[in-house]
């Protein structure tokens, strides 16, 4: 399970093989004892939460990097090495 990026404590997460459980582009994203699983397509939650805060954090960067969180996804889907991806600043 690659950590694809890290900013202001959170880490996200894509795990290899992950497309049996949720069904679609998803990343995992671990804050303290918090973790969640949310959408790439529209930033959802699937599973698990995150403080509000921290989530719109996350969200926002879902948004400015949805592409390369797409291609990472094909990548990891296919047990392929993913990409490191810039951080929120």
Same mark, same amino acid.
Request: proline share 6%; hydrophobic share 45%.
């Given at each position: 399970?690659?950590?694809?990026?890290?900013?202001?404590? &959170? $880490?996200?997460?894509?795990?290899?093989?992950?497309?049996? @459980?949720?069904?679609?582009?998803?990343?995992?994203?671990?804050? %303290? !004892?918090? !973790?969640?699983?949310?959408?790439?397509?529209? %930033?959802? &939650? $699937?599973? %698990?939460? $995150?403080? =509000?805060? @921290?989530?719109?954090?996350?969200?926002?960067?879902?948004? &400015?990097?949805? !592409?390369? $969180?797409?291609?990472?996804?094909?990548?990891?889907? =296919? %047990?392929?090495?993913?990409?490191?991806?810039?951080?929120?600043?």
């Amino acid at each position: 399970m690659p950590t694809i990026s890290m900013f202001y404590g &959170i $880490l996200i997460l894509m795990y290899f093989y992950d497309n049996k @459980k949720h069904n679609c582009p998803h990343i995992h994203a671990e804050y %303290g !004892e918090y !973790e969640a699983t949310i959408a790439i397509d529209d %930033g959802s &939650i $699937l599973d %698990g939460s $995150l403080p =509000s805060a @921290k989530m719109k954090l996350v969200q926002a960067w879902i948004e &400015i990097h949805r !592409e390369d $969180l797409l291609a990472d996804w094909k990548l990891a889907v =296919s %047990g392929e090495p993913v990409f490191k991806i810039e951080p929120l600043r």
